[in-house]
């Protein structure tokens, strides 16, 4: 077959009964061979039970071997038309195995698979009832003692917790936290979410007055309820606070709210999790045979110890307790940190008419908002996009085709054009002493974020302020004493300060196991997130994945969950087929379970 | 042209283009030649600022002559493909007027218009704000005293009604005064909703507890919002509470609760009116513009005058009030009226072991659930519709395409096809006394709905307690006087009864603004709803349209809005545009207002 004389769609559908072919009889040799010497398979749990990119050949081999005879994969059938851009052929198709069904990518070169995608989408037998198969909603017939929905949704919610045990417990009610239960609902995973505010929603509203959305509508999504279409671009913080209260509503999630959650052991032997928590004045104890974790990347506030801070008179706390600026006009403003938070904050209080110092201690990533929405994210998401037949469903779909063993190399030209672009701006920034970079490889923001979390900006006005003084800044120091009413940098200068902000960030979704289960488990399961690639703040080896994230653990029926709006909405699809499968007693072995390298 | 050898979009875009050379010109007479002789041309507010019908080419002349000038309609182009079917060609097309962007549909017969709508879509220099032009939410750069979201929407909510005057309020918040809401919000008209209950949603949450919507939810969606692919297909009364309760909330109305209107006054000099109402023991003078009754068409319970009524011992109420069966197992239970809320409350009485006795008064038309679904509102509103394309927004337009003058002759086959197909059934219900009928013409539910408003029964299974006699039913009586504990019926037998449910229906809407504004007013406006198609409880002359319903009445700004869902959804658009229109100060010449013929 050649990649010049055949319609693409011809020579995906040829490649597709190839492939289907060898691992039916099952040949896992012929069917690696029809990859590249370095070809990428990603998968989301259909044949790995586990999120795994299976990099070159050998590993393809390796995992086909492991797992045809019980996956047994078949009916692949090309989805749409194919598509031929500078030698790659790229399209999309379904396929089916033993228990799933599921969606994926490929994209061919030379006749030979450079990436594929694999990924589950509804469990045999165990499809979400929506469109033709939705429930009736009312039983018609006549029936003695009939219950109305409003009885059983009372009796469920008195029940459940006390009478009848959760098959899952998620701790923390943010966006991931509900989108999960959402998805869990539409699977009929009994399920609470645990939630120590008053409020579903209230993550958002308790942060800081000016918080917007970074991310634009088009790619915050939950999943199942679209936001509608006059939704604003970067949703203010109360608006999506308003926005998750509803979705729990609607949703009919089980959210315990104002409920701490205080420890959780595991019993091996009863395989169920003993999960304390508070919920209106009274201890319960939970019995949830899965656990998720999805207390939020940005849960875990990391402050630094520095000497003196107890001796601080003025007012001093982490980002995450940072209510706003309306206190703080006319102070002295000191911010430890210079990422996404640190701006936003410097911004408010210098609005509000504080007199406000930046502390930047290494370079950070700057990207102007327009920027990331025209040459980042514009051509999945964005109302253009939708305009060209880009779903959300296939905008995620296409972000998660690319490997991220390549993600990078996608990254690092666009990032090259933004540098020009936006040139006259990041030369203002550094003519301020601003320290920059586009990561260690240039290739910006997201893999930044995927690599380390951290060490970015979403610029939307704080640089210009930074640019032009009115934010003063210093950088290259760090905080190195606390006196009553200064600080005392690196440099040996003092700064005065009647407030101190510790935008800092966040510590690694693991520490929230140490203080909730144990240190012991924290580290058995070791470091989330995270691709090992090396970088600053990022050591290898290199794991192909995010670690932890959306997939099986070193510890049993321990999940972690979270991310942006995005990942939220996409990777609980597989987070919540994982749990569902485990609930009706489906075989589900994990292949490739990672090791673990790092603590935290 | 011949309708035989040219394809379908071409003979629409040829008729098209006709027609609009005509109309620029203008020449009326031109353009109603090309109409068939009885041709009809439904308007939704694009030439008449009206809805209106007119029927027949001197008609259609008559409108084009008054209303050319000023409206200048141009741009018709045809959207999609044409289809031909039984020797009509139909085919979708959009047109601009001066002021106004427009969808319409157009059925031809051999080369001449037979059916011809028109809809107002958005107003030039007006439109919404939505996907590509939807705002930022946060404004980037950096501004002195910045008011998040937040504030600005509590300063809003603060002061709406206070310092500033809304330009329309809308009494009743129900899915009609909630959908009409949310339209004028995105229109960013300045906008109260006035509700007696304390939540969202508790019009729909006090009835009895074992309603649910009769109607499917593809037909049931609000506006900007649909419900998610997992919603029941009847949605329990308490569910589509929470799902109205949530719309208030993300479409950031003011919404009013525990409010109750006294009275409402009309200013002719101001063009004002003066709307008196209690809020948390407040009384509040409103001065808005426009004023919308959205009471519902079921807000105003007839309750007939029955001798001995204050002597009954026992509980008593119309079928509004009452609250649903649990109180009254083992009692015996007299329910007045034969429609829907008659058999709903029987079969809940009869399934909390009461002993029920229904007493229909005169016939009733009873179409199973089942077959409507199938062959009423299945073609346009289900999921296959959905699968063959058939969105929300086709289905709305292609349902407001027929004429009412025509639909009856549409729905006549359609239940004779019922009638045939659930013959049984119709027998048993004799067999037990039932007094049935199709209607006076054979056209089943949907024109009796819209003629009177009443008269049917959806069954979801009280038909065949009443088959079996396990619901009692005397029929072809009434009640002649009641006792202390029983009734008297007009064939002389008594009814021993502890329990006594008026499910008699309602009266017209301008019951309302009697109640409200005074009975002068109500007069002067006349009945609403009803086409006077001359048959029962539809007193003719022929109107062509639903009587005051979503366009201009008698009385300058006062509006009715009112219907179902599907009606509440659809036309809630154009009373919104019509008001919107007012408040910019467009001209908005209502051409052809109705004579009020029928006072209640």
Redesign the interface.
């Known amino acids: 077959m050649s990649s010049d004389s055949t319609a693409p769609s011809q020579q995906v559908s040829e490649w597709l009964s190839k492939f289907g072919a060898a691992l039916d009889r099952p040949e896992a040799s012929v069917a690696a061979e029809m990859f590249e010497e370095a070809g990428l398979w990603r998968d989301l749990v259909s044949f790995t039970w586990n999120i795994k990119t299976l990099e070159g050949r050998e590993a393809i081999e390796a995992m086909l071997k492991a797992t045809l005879p019980e996956i047994r994969p078949h009916a692949w059938r090309i989805a749409g038309e194919a598509t031929s851009e500078n030698g790659t052929i790229a399209g999309w198709f379904t396929f089916e195995t033993a228990s799933s069904r599921g969606k994926g990518h490929v994209r061919l070169r030379d006749g030979r698979c450079w990436t594929l995608l694999t990924t589950m989408t509804e469990l045999k037998g165990f499809e979400?009832?929506?469109?033709?198969t939705?429930?009736?909603?009312?039983q018609?017939?006549?029936?003695?003692?009939?219950q109305?929905?409003?009885?059983r949704?009372t009796q469920e919610e008195a029940e459940l917790g006390y009478k009848t045990q959760p098959y899952c417990v998620i701790i923390g009610g943010g966006q991931g936290g509900i989108g999960l239960a959402a998805r869990l609902r539409?699977l009929d995973v009994p399920t609470i979410v645990i939630e120590r505010h008053d409020r579903p929603g209230d993550s958002w509203r308790k942060r800081y007055?000016?918080l917007?959305?970074h991310d634009p509508?088009w790619y915050d999504h939950l999943p199942?309820?679209p936001f509608?279409?006059?939704?604003?671009?970067?949703?203010?913080k109360?608006?999506i606070g308003?926005?998750l209260?509803?979705y729990v509503?609607?949703?009919e999630l089980n959210f315990w709210h104002a409920t701490e959650c205080r420890s959780a052991r595991y019993d091996a032997a009863a395989e169920e999790w003993a999960v304390t928590v508070e919920r209106e004045g009274q201890t319960v104890v939970l019995r949830p045979k899965q656990l998720v974790l999805a207390t939020g990347m940005s849960g875990m506030p990391h402050v630094p110890t520095i000497p003196g801070a107890d001796r601080f008179l003025g007012a001093q706390h982490h980002s995450s307790r940072h209510s706003g600026a309306d206190e703080y006009g006319g102070k002295k403003c000191v911010v430890l940190g210079a990422n996404n938070s640190a701006h936003d904050i410097c911004?408010?209080l210098?609005?509000?008419?504080a007199d406000v110092t930046m502390i930047q201690r290494s370079s950070t990533h700057v990207v102007k908002?327009?920027s990331l929405m025209d040459l980042v994210l514009g051509p999945l998401y964005s109302?253009?996009a939708?305009k060209a037949g880009i779903t959300t469903d296939i905008a995620d779909l296409t972000f998660a085709s690319v490997p991220y063993k390549l993600l990078h190399t996608l990254h690092i030209p666009i990032y090259e054009e933004i540098a020009k672009r936006d040139a006259e701006f990041y030369e203002r920034l550094r003519q301020a002493g601003f320290l920059l970079d586009f990561g260690d490889d240039g290739s910006g923001l997201f893999m930044k974020y995927l690599r380390r979390g951290s060490g970015y900006y979403i610029n939307?006005?704080?640089s210009?302020?930074i640019a032009d003084g009115?934010i003063k800044l210093r950088s290259g120091v760090n905080i190195e004493r606390i006196l009553e009413d200064a600080v005392v940098l690196t440099d040996g200068t003092t700064l005065p300060a009647d407030v101190l902000v510790y935008a800092t960030g966040y510590g690694s979704m693991n520490g929230w196991a140490a203080k909730l289960i144990s240190q012991e488990v924290a580290d058995q399961v070791g470091k989330c997130w995270g691709l090992g690639s090396g970088t600053t703040k990022d050591p290898g080896p290199w794991e192909g994945e995010l670690r932890n994230m959306w997939k099986p653990t070193r510890q049993a029926a321990l999940w972690f969950h979270g991310g942006n709006l995005h990942q939220s909405r996409h990777y609980s699809q597989f987070l919540a087929l994982q749990i569902k499968a485990r609930m009706e007693g489906l075989s589900t072995p994990v292949y490739g379970p990672s090791e673990v390298r790092h603590l935290r």
């Open positions: 979400e009832k929506k469109g033709a939705r429930i009736s909603g009312t018609h017939g006549v029936f003695k003692n009939r109305s929905w409003l009885e949704k539409r007055k000016s917007c959305l509508v199942y309820l509608p279409d006059h939704w604003p671009v970067f949703s203010p109360d608006k308003d926005w209260e509803m509503k609607v949703m911004a408010a210098w609005e509000q008419g908002s327009d109302e253009s939708l939307v006005g704080a210009e302020l009115r």
